[in-house]
Each structure stands twice: as structure tokens, then as C-alpha cells.
């Protein structure tokens, strides 16, 4: 019975070349559930180095903890959780009964039906890891196994390091009252992260620049078979950096790959295309209708959500204004740690714009820098536009409104800003998104485009 579950569930999980021999050293360093999930329910131990280079704090699996994370948590997640809570705690029948109405109620779950293949054999022997069950063609299969142990691994793990209350992603250095909600995903930890943006929702007089974001959500996440760092067409990674979802797009007309939908966000950004990126179709979508949840590792470059997470988020965002951060490992900060950084650049932003209000064609042009490029042309290119307009509206007052900030660091510095540009007097303007970068110590424009 075990046995036949696990290979079912191995097989619905969508890798079919099962291996000829048993990849002993990777199954043995793989911590077998039982051993999980002891661990987790347990006082934690010292955090991981890398964990608190992440701002992250260990928490315990308490009913306490599973109650707070339950409404954040995908349903069936926050069940599975909950068995192994069970089992940490030696609760073995209880745990079976409720891992048996979970595959009933998803039973293309296959995470959820090895954990009931397991907690079935343990009512005869020892399980001493997740997928622990003697049959041949089930032993043969140890990269599957493993696949499916990281993926329990990681979803435990993200309960168990958790962001401390309050705190933002790095990148979050402001949000106007136009970005609603965020998104934020940690590749590393197969997490995408759903915020709403107090400051939009529930404005404050004592908030200042500093972002107040309240975590709405909190999914298991597949990200590119290749891993991250797109950079060409067809390498199966999945790209990092700052993006905005484009569009929406009805499951009714995609293939069943896609599950109840996706949203495509704006690959290649200006930065991905200075840099020569190729590539293009990089959503956030669901599951194939026989799969809950797929691989950490297994999409073609998109983010890859269980459908009920998916319907959450879908019914949450706006398109066009709400940006999506990718980034390889978050980095979890105090607000008030931003302001610095926010200051400094708010500094070179206000130059602009009074050197942009003032007509000063010349002191303007400084702040662009010698690899700009919009739509194809270079600065040299461009620049004869701006001279027109400034000569034509001559030197007026101009207004930035809803400023959003987004900082970007990897070999280089960015600021993806965006905001509505309007002349004193005037009640609507032009909608504009800037990307700067540091070079030699100050921030410049290398891209700027209307909205």
C-alpha cells in the first residue's frame, strides 16, 4: 500500500527517467522526516549563519506558531505542516488521520501522499526518512525522493526562520500609495512573499518615507529547472532582479500547464536589457491539474504557485503597479534601517527635478549617463527630444508624486524609480520610470520611459 502510494506520487510529481542504481550519499545527508520534524518542534537550536546574514530568527513549531502562520500559509501547506507537528510530537494516529483526510481532499498532493505512505508503514517498522519504503523500483528512484525531501525541507524551514515582525526585503526602500501590494521571492528558500502596503491602504502621519509593509501571504514557490539567473532564451532559469506584473491572463485560454492563470511580469527590465538578456513568457502561474505543487527546481523559467496560492494572489494585485523582487536570498531589515539610504538618493531625485523645473538643459543632461538607452536609442539620440519640450514649456514648476523606490544591488547599484510627473497648477500628468545607477560615487539615469 506504501509502496504503491509512493510511486504514484513519484510519478505525478513529473519526472519519469527513474535512475538504474540508488544515489546512496545523497539520500543518506538528506534528514529523514521523522528527524525534521523532531528537530523543528524542539527548542532551535543556533541559528544558521546563513539565516541570520538574512535577518531571519529561528521560531519553534508550536501550536501557538502554526496558529499565527496558518492564515498566511497555503491551506494544505498549513495542514501538512500541522502532520508533522503531529509526528514531532509522537502523535502518530492523529497524524495519520489528518495526512488521510488531506490526500482525500488533495490527492494530487505528492508530498502529502508520501508523508501517508510513511506514517502508514510506520504502524509495522521504523520510517527513518520521508519516502522510506522498501520496494526496489521506489529505492532506484533516490533523485526523486530527494527532490520531494527538499521540497519538505524547504517548507519547513520556512516556517522555522521566520522575518522578524515588522521588518521589509532590503530592496523595499519606498512604496507609494499607488503600489497597493508587493511581491517579494526568495529563491533560496522556494518562498514568494505577498505584502500589503500600509502606507497606500492605512496612510499614517507618523510613517514618513519609511515602508510599512503587513505580510498577507506566504507560498511554497518553484522557480527555473536550471535555477535563477536568467540571462538568455531557453536556459530554464529564472530571472532576478526588480519587476512589475504586466498583465493578467485568462486560464480559459492557456494550456492546463499553466493552472488557474498566470501573471506576466516585465523580463526583460531595462537593466537585463543593458546587459544583453534574452528571453521573454516569464510569469507567475499555477499547476498542471495533476500536480499540487511542483519541484523547488522545475519550471522552464517562471514561478511556479499551487493553484489555491495562486487564486489568493490573483485576487490581490493590481497589474502595472505592483512590483515583484526576485532576488537570490532575501535580506529581511528594519524600516528605519532604509532611511539612509532612501535620503540620499531622495537628494539626487530633488536635483533632478529642479534642474528639470528650472530649464537647465545643461545641468540636466548631467544627471544621464553616457550608456543610457529608451526604446532603442542612446542618449544622443534622445536628448534632442528633451531640448525640444524644455524650449517649448520653458522653465515651470514641476511636481514628483507618488514616488516609489526600489534599490537593486548586485556588481552594480540601481534605483528603479517611479512617479507621476505633474506642472504646478495641473491636476494630472505623465507617469515616468527611471532606472539610476552609481557611477563614480553618484547616481545617474541610464534608462527613463513614460507608463
Avoid at 543610457?372 to 514628483?400: K, N, Y
Wanted: aromatic fraction near 6%; proline fraction near 6%.
Amino acid at each position: 500500500m506504501a509502496a504503491a502510494i509512493l510511486l504514484a506520487a513519484m510519478a505525478s510529481y513529473g519526472i519519469n527517467d527513474l535512475p538504474a542504481h540508488r544515489d546512496s550519499e545523497l539520500a543518506a545527508a538528506t534528514p529523514s522526516l521523522i528527524d525534521n520534524a523532531l528537530a523543528k518542534h524542539s527548542d532551535p537550536s543556533p541559528a544558521p549563519a546563513d539565516s541570520l546574514r538574512a535577518g531571519l530568527l529561528p521560531v519553534r513549531l508550536t501550536e501557538d506558531r502554526l496558529k499565527q502562520a496558518r492564515p498566511l500559509m497555503g491551506q494544505a501547506e498549513a495542514r501538512l505542516i500541522e502532520v508533522y507537528q503531529l509526528i514531532g510530537q509522537a502523535r502518530h494516529r492523529q497524524a495519520l488521520a489528518q495526512v488521510e483526510a488531506l490526500v482525500r481532499d488533495h490527492p494530487n498532493f505528492q508530498l502529502a501522499q508520501l508523508v501517508h505512505g510513511d506514517l502508514l508503514s510506520l504502524q509495522a517498522r521504523p520510517v527513518r526518512r520521508l519516502g522510506d519504503v522498501p520496494d526496489t523500483q521506489a529505492m532506484a528512484a533516490s533523485k526523486q525522493l530527494a527532490t520531494l525531501r527538499e521540497e519538505s525541507s524547504r517548507r519547513l524551514r520556512a516556517l522555522t526562520e521566520r522575518p522578524p515582525e515588522g521588518s521589509v526585503p532590503s530592496q523595499f526602500l519606498h512604496l507609494s500609495a499607488q503600489n497597493r501590494h508587493a511581491i517579494a521571492v526568495d529563491a533560496s528558500r522556494s518562498r514568494l512573499y505577498l505584502f500589503e502596503n500600509l502606507n497606500a491602504t492605512q496612510p499614517s502621519e507618523h510613517a514618513g518615507g519609511a515602508p510599512r509593509l503587513k505580510l498577507l501571504g506566504d507560498f511554497y514557490i518553484s522557480v527555473g529547472l536550471s535555477g535563477i539567473e536568467k540571462s538568455i532564451e531557453g536556459d530554464k532559469r529564472t530571472p532576478i532582479g526588480v519587476y512589475f506584473i504586466t498583465s493578467t491572463l485568462n486560464p480559459d485560454k492557456l494550456p492546463d500547464l499553466y493552472g488557474v492563470g498566470a501573471l506576466p511580469i516585465n523580463y526583460p527590465n531595462p537593466l537585463d536589457v543593458q546587459r544583453g538578456k534574452t528571453g521573454s513568457g516569464i510569469w507567475l502561474h499555477g499547476t498542471p491539474s495533476e500536480q499540487f505543487a511542483r519541484a523547488p527546481l522545475a519550471s522552464d523559467g517562471c514561478v511556479v504557485l499551487s493553484n489555491p496560492d495562486l487564486e489568493r494572489v490573483l485576487a490581490t494585485v493590481r497589474i502595472r503597479t505592483t512590483p515583484v523582487v526576485i532576488a537570490p536570498e532575501l535580506q529581511w531589515v528594519e524600516p528605519a534601517a532604509l532611511s539612509s539610504e532612501r535620503d540620499q538618493f531622495e537628494s539626487a531625485l530633488e536635483a533632478w527635478r529642479s534642474a528639470r523645473s528650472g530649464g537647465d538643459l545643461a545641468g540636466l543632461k548631467g544627471f544621464y549617463s553616457g550608456r543610457f538607452s529608451t526604446q532603442g536609442r542612446d542618449l544622443a539620440q534622445w536628448w534632442p527630444r528633451v531640448e525640444s519640450e524644455l524650449r517649448s514649456s520653458g522653465a515651470r514648476e514641476l511636481q514628483l508624486k507618488d514616488v516609489s523606490m526600489l534599490r537593486w544591488r548586485d556588481q552594480n547599484d540601481t534605483m528603479v524609480v517611479t512617479f507621476g510627473e505633474v506642472a504646478a497648477g495641473q491636476t494630472r500628468g505623465v507617469t515616468k520610470r527611471q532606472y539610476w545607477t552609481r557611477e563614480h560615487d553618484r547616481w545617474t539615469i541610464f534608462f527613463e520611459g513614460s507608463i
